[in-house]
């Protein structure tokens, strides 16, 4: 406003006029050192996200540049975890093989997905397209509010409610002592960590499934009602079609979730890096495993040895490396189903 | 035709199964956390200090609610000043260009890390000697000095790293949704463009700023990883005690404590701490937390939008 | 009636009144539309000329809080009674909108879905003769015969709305509702949908929503005027516009002719 002021008093003496001048030229100091000060925070932002990528990758660095693409080949992470706590200094154990891992996310997740999506998409029509006016609000807060409870809770209740659920119904005495060679069967699973995960990601599908779907303009509803289909045939054929760009984007935004949760599964997952054999029928999901993050969680006190700290910021580097494929793989759906619809 | 009727019955009806699975789960994790929870709170809860299972004295969450409180602080803090700085650059001086979107697209990416690599990224970085004054010294064997890397203060920076993408990105759209036409019409009254942002834009988009910060704060409540790695595995404040002695905060802020998530991790079987009770009794608490953060939120934005 | 009685009538709206909340829009309306005729409702912004074609396949029920009273029949038939299948009826009465809304999918898909949905599985070669027959009849067909496949948001406005009508009528409609089909159209795009107007009223019975007079006498059979949420005026086009009864008639004719 300074200047503004300045053009008011054209007619007052010039001492006057010259500390109006300095005032101005204090306003203007005063705004480009604001405007640097902005400048400088955004730079270290920038900074920062590079910075983490780079940090990490020099962390693990010696992992890749030991074991080499048999670091996600090779399994028997745990093992390899004691052996290199236990390895005398001189004589370090680099060898580490986190194949187990990475299936355990990739099993949790795709399970997660499985349950996650059909729940996700369905609780979003009902909000959009089939609750009363009155409902929906309501049922958004519910959402928001599963979307804001804390992984730890998620855990403490899985590991409380579904873990023995699953020890009660589906774990005998006699699969015990079948599989006691191999693991213990305590309830603590694949299973357990699928359904943890599912209904975390759910709220995250919801919630841009309803933006997405409330986005969908009005008049495609028009036309294809009346074309004569029915409601449900128009959610099915145009509007969920015409927001799924949105949906998309849920889903994925969900996955990543689901692969970088690492509380909760550590909690309910068994915490040991098995490798589920589909030939063991039920067992499959009965199995205890590990995944890439809950390992990090879970080794996380003997990072004081070099290498099991440099493997467990490989296990962060798939991780961020898969996030950052899927973050990526949003804006490269999204643009190419604007473009095929012909909006760009 | 009657065929058609029942197939889209059919669909209608799975959809209303799921959003009931989804709504039960919601309900049933609080009224379950309720059930288990209630019984335990009472002024010995909330104002003892958490106890080991040897110990008779009674168990409580004072220090981990304060813990929660403290780092919610220090990260919101940290985190604010620097995504709103970040923001304003972006909606108001960034031009179009590549650099400009490559910067987006790197937020874009971050905001989709897991807290878990932030959180070892924290750990790392603050065990470096030279961040040694945020953290503590520990003798290294062989002369390899090195810091601690855990305390509210670390563990508070790295939050700041963990929502700083998130709270960017909200803060840019409040920004953004101010109408072009108060900008012009500041700018054409003569007024400088800090003074447009700060007494024009900023006002406008007020309630979208709290909003973001407020779900900022919402994420450093529920985060447990961050707490796992870069605050230690202590259930007590484990500076100089005692610890509300305004004297020992600074030697309280440098080292390590709890909080209700880390808490109700050692409470729980998962942490060996075996204590369910107090595990529901401080999970209760900290969903009350989440429900009025909730709240809080739906005040500021009219329950418009869902945190994503 | 005043008109002439030639052609059997195949919608006939009885004492009609209609509300969106407490407004009333719509107040003591009756009207006959006869077969295979354009019968065009005119009248100045806000009369209510949109609120009762959209009764007549009862897109209303999609307004929250619009009620009405009174009856339209269909072949006879009440079209507001309760065990009245709605989407039967927007099978008989198709619609097409003031803005062009094709589907954010291909224009082969646009044609195919409705086809599909009320159909049931066609076979591919039926399919196509059917999307080829009509976007023939609304003069299109030359125009998107070999992009078929690309988005149907890359046509031009007007090319939006002709494969907005083709796709209104793959399903065999009775009546089609135009509401201001033109009016986000250049001139030469408003002939082509005229002269397929004419074409379709072979076929077809149209009832068309237009702010231009001049469309009107070109093309309609029929005219009603609306005013405040009544008919001030109806009859075949060359009476109204020759020699209108009410006042409200000639002040509306001269305004929008001079
Ligand atoms: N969805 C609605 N909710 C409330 N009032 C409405 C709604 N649609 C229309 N109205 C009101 O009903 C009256 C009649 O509207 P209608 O759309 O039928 O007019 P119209 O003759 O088609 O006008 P125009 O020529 O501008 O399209 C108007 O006063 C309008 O404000
Ligand atoms: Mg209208």
């Known amino acids: 406003m300074d200047s503004l002021e300045l053009s008011t008093s054209l007619s007052v003496d010039k001492a006057e006029k010259k500390n109006q001048s300095i005032r101005v030229r204090l306003g203007r100091l005063r705004d480009s050192v604001c405007e640097s000060g902005i400048f400088v925070l955004t730079a270290s932002s920038a900074i920062i996200i590079v910075f983490i990528f780079i940090f990490i990758l020099i962390k693990s660095w010696n992992i890749f540049a030991v074991n080499g693409i048999n670091f996600v080949l090779k399994s028997g992470f745990d093992q390899q975890i004691i052996e290199a706590y236990h390895a005398p200094a001189d004589k370090p154990v680099w060898h580490f093989g986190a194949l187990g891992l990475l299936l355990g996310s990739g099993l949790t997740t795709v399970g997660a997905l499985l349950l996650a999506i059909p729940l996700g998409?369905?609780?979003?029509?009902?909000?959009?397209?089939?609750?009363?006016?009155?409902?929906?609000?309501?049922?958004?807060?519910?959402?928001?509010?599963?979307?804001?409870?804390?992984?730890?809770?998620?855990?403490?209740?899985?590991?409380?409610?579904?873990?023995?659920?699953?020890?009660?119904?589906?774990?005998?005495?006699?699969?015990?002592?079948?599989?006691?060679?191999?693991?213990?069967?305590?309830?603590?699973?694949?299973?357990?960590?699928?359904?943890?995960?599912?209904?975390?990601?759910?709220?995250?599908?919801?919630?841009?499934?309803?933006?997405?779907?409330?986005?969908?303009?009005?008049?495609?509803?028009?036309?294809?009602?009346?074309?004569?289909?029915?409601?449900?045939?128009?959610?099915?054929?145009?509007?969920?079609?015409?927001?799924?760009?949105?949906?998309?984007?849920?889903?994925?935004?969900?996955?990543?979730?689901?692969?970088?949760?690492?509380?909760?599964?550590?909690?309910?997952?068994?915490?040991?890096?098995?490798?589920?054999?589909?030939?063991?029928?039920?067992?499959?999901?009965?199995?205890?495993?590990?995944?890439?993050?809950?390992?990090?969680?879970?080794?996380?006190?003997?990072?004081?040895?070099?290498?099991?700290?440099?493997?467990?910021?490989?296990?962060?580097?798939?991780?961020?490396?898969?996030?950052?494929?899927?973050?990526?793989?949003?804006?490269?759906?999204?643009?190419?189903?604007?473009?095929?619809e012909g909006l760009e | 035709m009657n065929k058609k009727k029942i197939r889209d019955l059919m669909g209608e009806v799975m959809s209303w199964l799921a959003s009931s699975i989804t709504i039960a789960a919601c309900l049933g994790i609080i009224i379950y956390l309720f059930n288990m929870g209630h019984a335990q709170i009472d002024i010995g809860f909330l104002t003892n200090e958490p106890a080991t299972t040897l110990e008779t004295e009674k168990n409580g969450i004072l220090t981990p609610l304060v813990g929660t409180l403290l780092l919610t602080f220090i990260g919101t803090l940290v985190a604010f000043p620097w995504a709103l700085g970040t923001a304003i650059y972006l909606s108001e001086y960034a031009k179009r260009n590549n650099l400009t979107e490559t910067f987006r697209l790197g937020i874009d990416v971050l905001s989709g890390v897991p807290t878990i690599v932030v959180a070892i990224f924290g750990l790392a970085v603050f065990s470096n000697p030279a961040l040694g004054f945020l953290s503590s010294m520990v003798e290294g064997v062989q002369d390899v000095n090195r810091a601690f890397g855990r305390s509210f203060l670390v563990s508070g920076i790295t939050m700041a790293v963990m929502i700083l993408p998130f709270v960017i990105k909200t803060c840019e759209e409040a920004l953004k949704s101010v109408p072009d036409t108060y900008r012009e019409a500041s700018l054409a009254m003569g007024a400088s463009k800090w003074y447009t942002i700060t007494k024009v834009i900023l006002p406008t988009a007020k309630n979208g700023i709290i909003t973001a910060v407020i779900l900022g704060m919402g994420r450093i409540i529920g985060d447990t990883a961050i707490v796992w790695l870069t605050l230690g595995g202590t259930l007590r404040m484990t500076g100089v005690q005692p610890w509300w002695r305004p004297d020992n905060w600074l030697s309280t802020l440098k080292n390590t404590g709890s909080t209700l998530t880390s808490y109700i991790y050692f409470m729980s079987p998962a942490g060996e701490g075996h204590q369910n009770e107090n595990a529901f009794g401080a999970a209760f608490v900290l969903i009350i937390i989440i429900i009025l953060l909730n709240l809080l939120t739906d005040f500021f934005m009219g329950s418009k939008e869902i945190g994503k | 009636m005043v008109y002439s009685n030639s052609g059997s009538i195949i919608i006939s709206v009885k004492e009609l009144n209609a509300w969106y909340g407490e407004k009333k829009a719509l107040s003591n309306i009756n009207i006959d539309i006869k077969k295979n005729s354009i019968t065009a409702f005119i009248g100045p912004s806000g009369c209510g000329k949109t609120t009762l074609l959209r009764c007549l396949n009862r897109m209303n029920d999609l307004v929250d809080g619009f009620r009405l009273t009174g009856d339209i029949l269909l072949d006879g038939e009440s079209i507001l009674s309760k065990n009245r299948d709605v989407i039967e009826l927007r099978r008989k009465v198709g619609m097409v909108f003031q803005q062009p809304n094709p589907f954010p999918k291909t224009i082969f898909e646009n044609m195919a879905l409705p086809v599909k949905e009320n159909f049931g599985n066609v076979r591919r070669e039926k399919l196509e003769e059917i999307i080829e027959t009509n976007l023939k009849a609304a003069s299109l067909y030359e125009e998107v015969e070999d992009r078929l496949d690309s988005s149907a948001l890359r046509l031009s406005g007007g090319q939006q709305q002709r494969l907005c009508i083709a796709r209104a009528l793959t399903i065999n409609p009775e009546v089609i509702l135009f509401d201001e089909p033109c009016s986000a159209l250049d001139p030469i795009s408003t002939m082509k949908i005229e002269d397929m107007l004419m074409e379709l009223k072979q076929k077809y019975t149209i009832v068309i929503v237009t702010h231009n007079l001049h469309q009107a006498s070109r093309i309609a059979d029929e005219v009603a005027m609306f005013y405040e949420g009544q008919i001030v005026e109806q009859a075949s086009t060359d009476v109204f516009f020759s020699n209108p009864k009410t006042q409200l008639a000639q002040d509306y004719i001269s305004s929008k002719f001079s």
């Open chain 1, 121 to 340: 998409i369905g609780t979003a029509i009902v909000i959009t397209e089939l609750s009363p006016r009155w409902m929906k609000g309501l049922l958004q807060s519910f959402i928001r509010l599963l979307a804001s409870i804390p992984s730890v809770i998620y855990g403490l209740v899985a590991l409380l409610v579904v873990v023995p659920f699953i020890q009660d119904n589906f774990i005998t005495s006699e699969l015990q002592l079948q599989y006691i060679k191999q693991f213990q069967l305590t309830g603590n699973s694949l299973l357990a960590g699928i359904a943890v995960l599912s209904i975390m990601i759910t709220p995250v599908i919801v919630a841009l499934s309803v933006d997405a779907i409330n986005a969908v303009p009005h008049r495609y509803k028009e036309a294809s009602l009346a074309l004569g289909l029915s409601h449900w045939r128009t959610i099915v054929k145009v509007i969920v079609p015409s927001a799924k760009s949105g949906i998309t984007a849920g889903i994925i935004l969900g996955t990543g979730r689901a692969i970088g949760e690492a509380l909760a599964l550590s909690m309910v997952s068994g915490g040991i890096g098995n490798i589920p054999n589909p030939a063991d029928g039920g067992v499959f999901f009965l199995t205890p495993i590990l995944t890439l993050a809950s390992a990090i969680i879970n080794k996380s006190e003997s990072m004081s040895v070099p290498s099991i700290n440099a493997a467990l910021f490989a296990c962060g580097v798939l991780l961020l490396v898969t996030c950052t494929t899927l973050s990526l793989f949003t804006k490269i759906v999204e643009r190419s189903i604007r473009r095929r």
